[in-house]
């Protein structure tokens, strides 16, 4: 009995430390939104670089293959778009992937679109059509 306890704590400090990272990472996701769309900054701003490296550090406060990981979509998809160093790239692909197993197949598209992006270098927005859509 006092084993189980040991591990519902242990679970509760996840789950709680998963709610904060996702918190974070919307957070961090709306911030680079407001610098790309609406202040036109470019990606390779400071201010939104800052925001693509607090999404990804906040991913590794996530359990890979947990429940709240399917709810990193937005961010992931977001800071990807953005992200610029190899080791940021290979962590969101990573994520992703890890995500797109659990069967959501709107992940597969999102991370080609990410590719897309990082081998033409042109903005998310531009590289959409209707094979991203449905």
């Known amino acids: 009995m006092h084993r189980k306890r040991g591990k519902d704590r242990d679970e509760a400090g996840w789950d709680l430390l998963e709610m904060v990272a996702t918190n974070e990472a919307f957070h961090w996701a709306g ?7 609406i202040l036109g900054k470019k990606n390779e701003d400071v201010e939104v670089q800052i925001a693509v490296r607090e999404i990804v550090s906040a991913l590794f406060k996530v359990r890979k ?3 709240a990981e399917a709810c990193l979509l937005f961010p992931i998809f977001t800071a990807g778009c953005d992200a610029r160093e190899r080791g940021q790239r290979e962590v969101i692909i990573e994520r992703l992937s890890s995500i797109e197993e659990s069967g959501m197949t709107q992940v597969h598209k999102a991370r080609t679109l990410i590719e897309k992006v990082w081998e033409t270098g042109r ?12």
């Open 65 to 67: 293959g947990g429940t």
């Open 31 to 37: 911030l680079i939104h407001l610098n790309r769309r």
């Open 123 to 134: 903005p998310w927005e531009t590289l959409v059509s209707g094979e991203f859509f449905g």
